[in-house]
């Protein structure tokens, strides 16, 4: 039989009623003729209690002792979802990690999923289960520990069981009903997207669309799985939500998909860096260790240095993080300088950008994407502090009070409230 | 070294708090030179939370997923246990039951351990480790489940590890510091014993004397395994609590160690019912089967029945049982009646009786311990309803009323407020 895999996170599995919810899907395509996959998250809220736990029990925690411990909400999910499809005369079984096995690395708190044991499910299938129930987030390592991938990482534990079953789609049910061409919260105007290639969804992911896990997406993209973004929350049917694809299923794709953002950006430029060979490391290296998530970069040209001492070399060199890092980002680099590994005038800080990105497979192809998008900011009299590109994207650094209205502005330019 | 086996209960590992305390005592016992094995009971209220949705979300629960379910409890206090101790810098590690493993019989819900694989504990304390969490109250089936052993069950985890490793002594840490003569709420006088053996604890235990499983004694008999209750919400050293014990341990013991009771019991008695070979168990099998737990059981005389027709051998048949299984008990003889299985002319049923019951290994060797009982009891113008005896136990079903004056008659009366 034709296996699909469905995935309900901690929202859609919150309390008894909405894991009930969840179980109506699942028996609507077993009655399709699926036998099914069912990844499910936590419930709402529990491995928020669990983590708390751990960290007040030991800030510095074994993360083996934290993979068993956090581990164990997505268990009782399991082990109840299988109890409710059973209720619906759904002949169902759950699983945790170990039992599949899930098999990871020993990277605790953030491990790879290296391989699935089929046997033991399919048995189950062929026996006439219909539904195999599987704890997302966890796996077993090659010491026979419980390890958990990260946040998310149920996302993942779904693209995983749906490449190695073969399944015709891995389902991905969430609070919100499908990926959009911008947030609506910020325009009105933002419409749902009926396809979307898996490299646009990467970058939307990694640019704040925060409805898939980006590691998920790489996954989906490199086993060719197809993905679906649906409600939980909603009546759904074969044509919900939106699909995430490979391009060759998108058939006349706009040069544009979407409008992404990133609100609390910052950017730091170090003034009058002597510039010469490995400065970008000596920079960026001790960045990197203390933790900051470096984004855009952009270097000036070089000029000659005025003033005393032997000519040399200097540039300005920027950068963009999350605010939340610049203290880090601070400390690291004048630490440098402390050290003689770095030498700079100044370090000037702006913590009042957003990061507004255009998206699309469709620029591959067309020409003039980047001067659109400047007119029509300019248009609106938003500045450009830093520009960054990619094949599929395009991004700008703007001051923060003019982010909602970039968005709109490149919305409409792109004519992203128009159908497919 | 020598190995230690604790365990912890709920209510002393109810909180973060509680279980810093229970952690300490473990650090305290490796400083004395033990490797320590630490069986873990689930959070206070989190099994009944777990049981809870399981019996909401289905009635008639497949066990395989009540046992998934609800052994997660246990296996959060493991971990949390294991990092409370890392903290303190005791080597430790936790091990859910699938991990050691923990081998059960297929009984889902009701599992008995059929053994223990030392290996991988071994070669962790091998490694430097000194303390093996252990989470309680779990294990795994031959089809590869997880399964669970029943209420109480960590006891019996305890008990079977301390066999599994020749533990010194099994330490079991409750939220009462010790095995006492008699119920302290009801007698003033009651008295912490020092020691007492194995065979009285099980009459103890299934007497009413909550503080240990059943199974767990018999356990630690059939193994010799010393136990101790005690407190872990008080101060503790190597003489605290009770010592459960085998009898040669125990060197001049009273002709009775305790007084227990059990408040709400019922009497049933089938008036005039035909006496012939096979209605015992034509009585007793329908109430065994309608899951009713009978306890006492006393058959008068047979005598010649007046009347009409053939003559015939009639007997009044008395049995005790819980008071809320009295409307199981009378349904199950009704209709053994109705079906011509057994014959009798009235049921009387009693449910304000209770039963208060003297135990010890010292009858043995001692006569006259009934005749002292009831002496005291006709005293206090307590009359005896039925009466039942074992080697080492007499027990009187008695008017509710008088059921507190009888168990302090009966302290005063084998003077049990005095030290051994």
Redesign the interface.
């Known amino acids: 039989m034709p296996i699909l895999v469905m995935k309900f996170g901690g929202t859609s599995v919150a309390d008894?009623a909405r894991?009930r919810a969840a179980a109506e899907k699942v028996r609507a395509e077993v009655a399709r003729g699926h036998d099914v996959i069912v990844i499910v998250s936590a419930m709402a809220g529990r491995t928020n209690e669990?983590v708390g736990?751990?960290n007040?029990?030991?800030p510095m925690?074994?993360a083996?002792?934290?993979d068993?411990?956090v581990s164990?909400?997505e268990?009782?999910t399991?082990?109840?979802m299988?109890?409710?499809l059973?209720?619906m005369d759904v002949p169902a079984?759950?699983w945790?990690g170990?039992?599949v096995p899930i098999h990871t690395t020993s990277a605790h708190g953030a491990a790879r999923i290296e391989g699935i044991d089929r046997a033991?499910i399919d048995a189950k299938f062929a026996e006439g289960f219909r539904v195999a129930v599987i704890a997302g987030f966890q796996g077993l390592s090659p010491e026979?520990?419980?390890t958990t991938l990260g946040r998310g990482g149920s996302d993942t534990t779904a693209v995983a069981f749906a490449a190695a079953f073969d399944a015709t789609r891995c389902d991905i049910y969430t609070d919100v009903d499908g990926i959009y061409t911008t947030d609506p919260r910020i325009s009105a105007k933002a419409r749902k997207l009926t396809r979307i290639s898996f490299e646009e969804m990467l970058e939307l992911a990694s640019l704040g669309a925060k409805v898939l896990q980006t590691r998920s997406v790489e996954l989906a993209m490199r086993y060719k799985v197809r993905l679906r973004v649906l409600s939980s929350f909603e009546d759904t049917d074969e044509t919900s939500g939106t699909l995430v694809c490979d391009e060759d299923e998108i058939m006349e794709s706009k040069v544009v998909s979407g409008v992404a953002h990133s609100r609390d950006e910052a950017k730091l430029t170090l003034v009058t860096v002597e510039d010469r060979p490995g400065i970008a490391a000596a920079i960026f290296g001790p960045l990197a260790e203390a933790g900051v998530n470096v984004d855009m970069i952009v270097q000036n040209i070089s000029e000659q240095a005025q003033g005393e001492g032997a000519p040399r070399e200097v540039t300005d060199m920027t950068f963009s993080c999350p605010t939340d890092q610049v203290g880090r980002a601070r400390k690291a680099l004048e630490a440098a300088q402390a050290r003689g590994d770095i030498r700079f005038d100044a370090l000037e800080v702006d913590t009042e950008v957003s990061k507004v990105s255009v998206v699309g497979i469709g620029m591959r192809s067309h020409a003039g994407v980047a001067a659109r998008m400047f007119t029509a900011l300019a248009a609106e009299g938003v500045n450009i502090k830093v520009i960054a590109t990619s094949e599929i994207k395009i991004s700008v650094l703007i001051d923060r009070r003019y982010m909602e209205l970039a968005v709109q502005a490149l919305h409409d330019a792109f004519e992203l409230d128009k159908a497919d």
Chains 1, 2 share one sequence.
Do not use: H, K, P
């Open positions: 008894l894991i669990l736990w751990v007040e029990t030991s925690y074994d083996r002792e934290y068993a411990v164990s909400g268990n009782v399991a082990g109840l299988a109890l409710t059973q209720e079984r759950s945790q170990w039992q033991a026979g520990r419980i």
